[in-house]
T-cell receptor, first 111, second 113 residues
């Protein structure tokens, strides 16, 4: 079993939809949770960063961490075609000082 | 200008050739990393370096070597390229320990024929 599981998609939604992207993990020691966005042929860029449990909001993006369920989510409100990208979750903590990445979910938002 | 610069952007080479991918950064970070990305497998760590005198193997270091020439420069070498090393390669930097936020370059698409 992988330490971090992420549905690869692709996920195709109409413009304006609410998008939910999710990851599950197995290591209960993880404390740092991130979401990266990667456009085609570009490097990943950090989108959201959360320490421990709870929610974090930044504009149209909300990151949620549920440590009891070992489950993290990224919500995108009012999705736009420019949100079309691959979204990777990543996490670290405990005796893992390196980031462990999910395989990424490809999102397409059509006009 | 990009904070993390990778060269070349694309490279096609033949089996058995030695090639080097280069990475330079202007962020002033001590930590540098090399990852490869394959469809369905995500990002996998090849090597990482916490400072100029520190080199560590990642999960898939076989067939690769690295050199940390300076704080700002970290190169990845394939001593004898093979087709299953065809992938998208990323260099990344970070500033601190746990909870690192990684900053990635734009990647090098490598094809080994």
């Amino acid at each position: 079993q992988k330490e971090v599981e992420q549905d690869p998609g692709p996920l195709s939604v109409p413009e304006g939809a609410i998008v939910s992207l999710n990851c599950t993990y197995s290591n209960s020691a993880f404390q740092y949770f991130m979401w990266y966005r990667q456009y085609s042929r570009k490097g990943p860029e950090l989108l959201m960063y959360t320490y421990s449990s709870g929610n974090k909001e930044d504009g149209r993006f909300t990151a949620q961490v549920d440590k009891s369920s070992k489950y993290i989510s990224l919500f995108i409100r009012d999705s736009q075609p420019s949100d079309s990208a691959t979204y990777l979750c990543a996490m670290s903590g405990g005796n893992t000082d390196k980031l462990i990445f999910g395989t990424g979910t490809r999102l397409q938002v059509f006009p | 200008d990009a904070d993390v610069t990778q060269t070349p952007r694309n490279r096609i080479t033949k089996t058995g050739k030695r090639i080097m991918l280069e990475c330079s950064q202007t962020k002033g970070h001590d930590r540098m990393y090399w990852y490869r990305q394959d469809p369905g497998l995500g990002l996998r760590l090849i090597y990482y370096s916490f400072d100029v005198k520190d080199i560590n193997k990642g999960e898939i270091s076989d067939g690769y070597s690295v050199s940390r020439q300076a704080q700002a420069k970290f190169s990845l070498s394939l001593e004898s390229a093979i087709p299953n090393q065809t992938a998208l390669y990323f260099c990344a930097t970070s500033e601190t320990n746990q909870g690192d936020k990684l900053f990635f370059g734009s990647g090098t698409q490598l094809s080994v024929l």
